[in-house]
């Protein structure tokens, strides 16, 4: 592990690997480092009396990797159309001169797109976590669209097997 030595005041920047580092141009702030380069935009330095640990913090955070963002928003798309469901399913939802159990199907649809989307977006955000950060987030997206984005994918598969609507 190398490490920038400059003034006694500066913070040590570990240029060896990718991580959040702290900017030296912008103190109480950090921002991901590739290795190389500063990539995404900067992010406050977690607060060390928070009820998650830094490296947590950290962790939540999609930083530069596109996907992790992808699945964080997939994650809300996801509690959404389960709301959107639910809502289908007991009536609350209806459309003029459209059969409920169209809508049901429909609803299951939209949410099994959006948990497909997800769970993609999650495993491909994990494959590039090592080198652009995000990992925790797709986890968490990838356990959300498991749980609750592929249940109608089973649901449509049940659906469909027992001869349609």
Do not use: K
Not at 58 to 74: E, H, K, V
Not at 123 to 143: D, E, F, M, Q, V
Not at 149 to 157: D, N, S, Y
């Amino acid at each position: 592990m190398s490490s920038d030595l400059r003034d006694d005041d500066e913070p040590d920047l570990d240029h060896s690997s990718a991580g959040w580092q702290p900017m030296i141009d912008r103190p109480g702030y950090e921002q991901w480092f590739d290795g190389a380069e500063w990539r995404g935009r900067p992010h406050r330095e977690p607060d060390p009396f928070s009820a998650f640990t830094p490296d947590l913090t950290r962790s939540l955070r999609p930083g530069p990797n596109r996907a992790a963002r992808i699945a964080r928003i997939g994650i809300v798309g996801i509690l959404l159309s389960f709301v959107l469901q639910t809502l289908v399913a007991t009536d609350t939802i209806t459309v003029p001169n459209v059969e409920q159990i169209t809508l049901v199907v429909a609803s299951l649809i939209v949410a099994a797109t959006i948990g497909v989307g997800t769970a993609v977006a999650s495993a491909l955000a994990l494959r590039a976590a090592p080198r652009l950060g995000g990992r925790a987030i797709a986890s968490l997206a990838l356990g959300t669209s498991i749980l609750l984005g592929l249940a109608p994918v089973l649901l449509l598969v049940a659906i469909g097997l027992a001869g349609g609507v």
